[in-house]
Protein backbone atom coordinates (compact mmCIF):
# COMPACT_ATOMS: atom_id res chain seq x y z
CA UNK A 1 0.00 0.00 0.00
CA UNK A 2 1.80 3.34 -0.85
CA UNK A 3 1.92 6.52 1.81
CA UNK A 4 0.98 9.53 0.21
CA UNK A 5 3.66 12.49 1.23
CA UNK A 6 2.72 16.13 0.95
CA UNK A 7 4.18 17.93 -1.83
CA UNK A 8 6.97 20.27 -1.77
CA UNK A 9 5.74 23.75 -0.18
CA UNK A 10 2.80 22.49 1.46
CA UNK A 11 2.20 25.00 4.69
CA UNK A 12 2.64 22.51 8.00
CA UNK A 13 -0.73 22.92 9.80
CA UNK A 14 -1.13 25.09 12.75
CA UNK A 15 -0.38 24.00 16.42
CA UNK A 16 0.69 20.65 17.51
CA UNK A 17 -0.82 17.57 16.00
CA UNK A 18 -1.39 14.30 17.79
CA UNK A 19 -0.41 11.21 16.25
CA UNK A 20 -3.45 8.63 14.82
CA UNK A 21 -2.38 5.53 14.45
CA UNK A 22 0.85 3.46 14.31
CA UNK A 23 4.23 4.67 13.26
CA UNK A 24 4.92 3.84 10.01
CA UNK A 25 7.41 0.88 10.52
CA UNK A 26 11.12 1.30 10.34
CA UNK A 27 10.80 5.07 10.68
CA UNK A 28 12.08 6.73 14.37
CA UNK A 29 9.24 9.01 15.73
CA UNK A 30 10.05 12.55 15.34
CA UNK A 31 9.11 15.13 18.23
CA UNK A 32 6.97 17.14 16.52
CA UNK A 33 6.49 21.13 17.72
CA UNK A 34 4.95 21.55 21.23
CA UNK A 35 6.09 18.05 22.67
CA UNK A 36 8.28 18.35 25.09
CA UNK A 37 10.86 16.13 25.36
CA UNK A 38 9.71 12.26 26.92
CA UNK A 39 6.39 13.21 26.80
CA UNK A 40 3.83 12.29 24.71
CA UNK A 41 1.26 14.84 23.52
CA UNK A 42 -2.33 14.29 24.65
CA UNK A 43 -1.13 12.90 28.21
CA UNK A 44 -2.69 13.96 31.08
CA UNK A 45 0.61 14.22 32.46
CA UNK A 46 1.11 16.77 29.88
CA UNK A 47 -2.05 18.76 30.84
CA UNK A 48 -1.27 18.93 34.36
CA UNK A 49 2.45 19.81 33.54
CA UNK A 50 1.06 23.11 31.89
CA UNK A 51 -1.70 23.33 34.23
CA UNK A 52 1.00 23.42 37.14
CA UNK A 53 3.51 25.69 35.43
CA UNK A 54 0.19 28.56 34.61
CA UNK A 55 -0.57 28.64 38.52
CA UNK A 56 3.07 29.11 39.63
CA UNK A 57 3.58 31.70 36.55
CA UNK A 58 0.47 33.57 37.57
CA UNK A 59 1.35 33.44 41.40
CA UNK A 60 4.94 34.21 40.38
CA UNK A 61 4.36 37.03 38.07
CA UNK A 62 0.94 37.92 37.81
CA UNK A 63 -1.78 37.95 35.70
CA UNK A 64 -0.80 40.79 33.63
CA UNK A 65 3.23 40.06 33.40
CA UNK A 66 2.49 36.00 32.74
CA UNK A 67 2.06 34.94 29.34
CA UNK A 68 1.22 31.70 27.30
CA UNK A 69 4.49 31.70 25.73
CA UNK A 70 5.74 31.97 29.33
CA UNK A 71 4.00 29.26 30.56
CA UNK A 72 4.98 26.83 27.63
CA UNK A 73 8.37 28.13 28.47
CA UNK A 74 7.66 27.08 32.05
CA UNK A 75 6.15 24.07 31.45
CA UNK A 76 9.28 22.88 28.35
CA UNK A 77 6.42 22.47 25.48
CA UNK A 78 5.64 25.10 22.75
CA UNK A 79 2.78 27.72 23.60
CA UNK A 80 0.63 25.89 20.87
CA UNK A 81 0.56 23.12 23.29
CA UNK A 82 -0.81 25.42 25.45
CA UNK A 83 -3.43 26.50 23.46
CA UNK A 84 -4.07 23.14 22.60
CA UNK A 85 -4.97 21.98 26.47
CA UNK A 86 -6.52 25.56 27.72
CA UNK A 87 -7.29 28.10 24.49
CA UNK A 88 -6.77 31.80 25.33
CA UNK A 89 -4.83 33.18 28.34
CA UNK A 90 -8.09 33.39 30.19
CA UNK A 91 -8.96 30.34 30.06
CA UNK A 92 -6.13 29.29 31.35
CA UNK A 93 -6.23 31.40 33.94
CA UNK A 94 -9.79 30.31 35.06
CA UNK A 95 -8.26 26.54 35.17
CA UNK A 96 -5.42 28.22 37.28
CA UNK A 97 -7.68 29.46 39.80
CA UNK A 98 -10.17 26.20 40.01
CA UNK A 99 -7.00 24.59 40.48
CA UNK A 100 -5.89 26.80 43.29
CA UNK A 101 -8.76 27.49 44.89
CA UNK A 102 -10.14 23.84 44.99
CA UNK A 103 -9.66 23.69 48.83
CA UNK A 104 -12.87 25.64 49.14
CA UNK A 105 -15.15 23.82 46.36
CA UNK A 106 -16.57 21.53 49.16
CA UNK A 107 -17.45 24.26 52.05
CA UNK A 108 -20.90 24.59 50.58
CA UNK A 109 -21.42 21.15 51.28
CA UNK A 110 -19.56 20.62 54.66
CA UNK A 111 -21.61 23.58 55.87
CA UNK A 112 -24.98 22.26 54.92
CA UNK A 113 -24.59 19.01 55.97
CA UNK A 114 -24.13 19.94 59.36
CA UNK A 115 -27.22 21.61 59.63
CA UNK A 116 -28.41 25.37 61.02
CA UNK A 117 -26.98 25.00 63.98
CA UNK A 118 -23.60 26.46 64.42
CA UNK A 119 -23.52 27.00 60.89
CA UNK A 120 -21.67 30.55 61.28
CA UNK A 121 -18.96 29.43 63.16
CA UNK A 122 -18.65 26.37 60.48
CA UNK A 123 -18.30 28.31 57.35
CA UNK A 124 -15.56 30.76 59.32
CA UNK A 125 -13.44 27.96 60.43
CA UNK A 126 -13.76 26.37 57.35
CA UNK A 127 -12.50 29.58 55.31
CA UNK A 128 -9.78 30.43 57.78
CA UNK A 129 -8.31 26.82 58.17
CA UNK A 130 -8.10 26.78 54.01
CA UNK A 131 -6.53 30.33 54.68
CA UNK A 132 -3.92 28.87 57.63
CA UNK A 133 -2.60 26.44 55.36
CA UNK A 134 1.12 27.56 53.54
CA UNK A 135 0.47 24.84 50.82
CA UNK A 136 -3.28 25.87 50.25
CA UNK A 137 -2.68 30.12 50.77
CA UNK A 138 -0.09 30.99 48.78
CA UNK A 139 -1.73 30.27 45.04
CA UNK A 140 -4.96 32.14 46.53
CA UNK A 141 -2.59 35.11 47.57
CA UNK A 142 -1.54 35.18 44.45
CA UNK A 143 -5.02 34.95 42.40
CA UNK A 144 -6.21 37.15 44.86
CA UNK A 145 -3.34 39.78 44.09
CA UNK A 146 -4.42 39.46 40.38
CA UNK A 147 -7.79 39.74 40.93
CA UNK A 148 -7.52 43.28 43.16
CA UNK A 149 -5.31 44.58 39.91
CA UNK A 150 -6.75 43.50 37.11
CA UNK A 151 -10.37 43.33 35.48
CA UNK A 152 -10.36 40.55 33.15
CA UNK A 153 -8.40 38.34 35.73
CA UNK A 154 -11.15 40.02 38.62
CA UNK A 155 -13.80 38.83 36.09
CA UNK A 156 -12.74 35.61 35.82
CA UNK A 157 -12.14 34.57 39.50
CA UNK A 158 -15.87 36.70 40.33
CA UNK A 159 -17.38 34.20 38.28
CA UNK A 160 -15.78 30.62 39.58
CA UNK A 161 -16.56 31.88 43.67
CA UNK A 162 -20.01 32.92 42.03
CA UNK A 163 -20.82 29.68 40.40
CA UNK A 164 -18.90 27.14 42.56
CA UNK A 165 -18.85 28.56 45.75
CA UNK A 166 -21.89 30.90 46.74
CA UNK A 167 -24.72 30.00 44.24
CA UNK A 168 -24.03 26.23 46.25
CA UNK A 169 -24.31 27.26 49.62
CA UNK A 170 -27.20 29.74 48.59
CA UNK A 171 -28.82 26.35 47.00
CA UNK A 172 -28.33 24.46 50.21
CA UNK A 173 -30.29 27.37 52.13
CA UNK A 174 -33.78 26.78 53.14
CA UNK A 175 -34.50 30.16 54.07
CA UNK A 176 -35.57 34.03 51.67
CA UNK A 177 -33.31 36.05 50.09
CA UNK A 178 -30.59 32.91 50.25
CA UNK A 179 -28.42 34.58 47.65
CA UNK A 180 -28.56 38.05 49.57
CA UNK A 181 -27.09 36.11 52.72
CA UNK A 182 -24.67 33.92 50.91
CA UNK A 183 -23.02 37.01 50.10
CA UNK A 184 -23.31 39.22 53.12
CA UNK A 185 -21.33 36.39 55.02
CA UNK A 186 -18.47 36.25 52.25
CA UNK A 187 -17.99 40.24 52.10
CA UNK A 188 -17.73 39.30 56.19
CA UNK A 189 -14.86 36.61 55.31
CA UNK A 190 -13.29 38.51 52.57
CA UNK A 191 -12.76 41.73 54.57
CA UNK A 192 -10.93 39.61 57.39
CA UNK A 193 -8.88 37.88 54.67
CA UNK A 194 -7.98 40.63 53.15
CA UNK A 195 -6.88 42.16 56.82
CA UNK A 196 -5.23 39.42 57.89
CA UNK A 197 -3.44 37.44 54.93
CA UNK A 198 -3.17 40.05 52.36
CA UNK A 199 -2.50 43.67 53.38
CA UNK A 200 -1.66 42.18 57.62
CA UNK A 201 -2.87 44.73 59.78
CA UNK A 202 -2.29 44.26 63.79
CA UNK A 203 -3.27 43.04 65.58
CA UNK A 204 -5.87 40.66 63.02
CA UNK A 205 -2.63 39.74 61.24
CA UNK A 206 -1.77 37.64 64.54
CA UNK A 207 -5.00 37.24 66.14
CA UNK A 208 -5.79 33.46 66.71
CA UNK A 209 -8.19 32.11 64.29
CA UNK A 210 -10.50 30.34 66.82
CA UNK A 211 -10.86 34.08 68.34
CA UNK A 212 -11.61 35.00 64.90
CA UNK A 213 -14.36 32.37 64.50
CA UNK A 214 -15.64 32.49 67.96
CA UNK A 215 -16.40 36.50 67.32
CA UNK A 216 -17.56 36.40 63.66
CA UNK A 217 -19.50 33.00 63.56
CA UNK A 218 -22.52 34.39 65.11
CA UNK A 219 -22.52 37.16 62.49
CA UNK A 220 -22.32 35.35 59.76
CA UNK A 221 -25.31 32.35 61.65
CA UNK A 222 -27.47 35.80 61.96
CA UNK A 223 -26.72 36.53 58.21
CA UNK A 224 -27.31 32.69 56.51
CA UNK A 225 -30.28 32.33 59.21
CA UNK A 226 -32.45 35.08 60.53
CA UNK A 227 -35.69 36.25 59.56
CA UNK A 228 -35.11 39.83 59.91
CA UNK A 229 -32.31 39.84 56.97
CA UNK A 230 -32.98 40.61 53.81
CA UNK A 231 -31.85 43.35 50.69
Given at each position: ??????????????????????QESGKPAGRRRGRPAGTKAGTAETRDRILAAAREEFSARGYDKTSVRSIGKAAG????????????????????????????MNIPDL?????VDGMGERVARLMLRIWENPVSREPLLAIVRSAVTNETAAAVFRGL????VLARLAGGLDVPDAEFRVQLAAAQLVGIIMLRYIVRVEPMASADPEDIVAMVGPVLQRYLTAADVHP
Open positions: MSTAKASPGSPEPDGPQESEGPVDSALVHHYFGTKEQIFGAAIELSFAPAVVAGGVSRR
